[in-house]
């Protein structure tokens, strides 16, 4: 399928390496700072333990934090004999692709109009060498704008993740996000609801932080499913700085057991 913009030659670079790709997985979300980026690592870290190989790639050109949240944030991708750019690999086997891994300050602002964001995230398909792969996990930047729209063009998905919390302003923009994967013709698995709800550590009753159940009613209301309900664990900041996914640091926390069953869940609609 032609994407937009592209010429020939770079089509039939992206098509060649997409061939190679049984399965893409967008994660998304309608907002930011509700997770996306801790659930897309950690689904990667979730398929890659089941034996699965996996890539992820980080679009998200002005925050890239998937290099820091896999412990690969000093890593430096590098170009092959062939020319083409060798993905950084950590642990599980996991190939990682994200402009952080390009950038010799990490402290630096990527001050980049559409036209040169979207020039890069055809680098990292067409020039890539990805390999062999059961799964591509995307990160995509929040939002329904230029660069989702950019990245659902180029890399048609295979299935579609949409990450929200339980609070209601969070919730009008998943509706968008949801609304937004239709019009594309995306497959929508279905949401995760992060940040649901969090046990208090000296009564151990739950504390509702972001209302309840607010995800699964506009999940019901959009005839979407509901892939999981991530609880909120403040080990999970401590991991996501360690560059350790939570759910193979922490599996019989009740966070690392929702997150499995996102992943199991997702494994499900595989194409073999």
């Known amino acids: 399928m032609a994407t937009p913009g592209l010429d020939p030659k770079e089509q039939a ?17 309608g907002k930011g700072g509700v ?6 690592v950690n689904i990667a870290a979730g398929l890659a333990q089941q034996g699965r190989k996996v890539g992820i790639l980080d679009v998200d050109i002005h925050g890239p934090n998937v290099a820091r949240m ?3 944030d000093q890593g430096r991708m590098t170009v092959g004999e062939d020319g083409r750019i060798v993905p950084v690999e950590v642990a599980g086997g996991i190939k990682l692709v994200s402009i952080a891994l390009l950038m010799e300050d990490a402290d630096a602002p990527v001050v980049w109009r559409g ?3 979207m020039r890069v995230i055809t680098q990292f398909v067409a020039d890539v060498d990805w390999g062999d792969l059961d799964w ?6 929040p939002g329904t704008g230029d660069e989702p729209l ?42 995760v609801e992060n940040m649901s709800g969090f046990n208090c550590p000296h009564c151990g009753k739950p504390i509702d932080i972001f209302k309840q159940e607010g995800g699964a009613k506009m999940a019901r209301e959009m005839l979407v ?48």
């Open 136 to 141: 591509l996990v995307i990160d995509s930047p």
């Open 115 to 117: 036209p040169l964001k």
């Open 70 to 72: 896999l412990g690969a």
């Open 150 to 191: 950019s990245v659902a063009q180029l890399i048609p998905a295979t299935a579609a993740v949409i990450v929200t919390t339980p609070q209601g302003v969070a919730l009008m923009d998943t509706r968008k996000a949801v609304n937004f994967a239709q019009m594309l013709k995306l497959k929508v698995l279905g949401v």
């Open 13 to 29: 670079k992206v098509d060649a390496s997409l061939g190679r790709i049984k399965n893409r997985l967008l994660v998304f979300s």
């Open 225 to 272: 499913p509901v892939l999981g309900k991530v609880p909120l664990d403040p080990r999970m900041v401590d991991a996501s700085d360690d560059g350790k996914p939570f759910i193979l640091a922490y599996p019989e926390s009740e966070a690392g057991k929702a997150l499995a069953e996102v992943v199991a869940r997702v494994a499900e609609s595989e194409a073999k």
């Open 35 to 40: 997770g996306k980026t801790s659930v897309a």
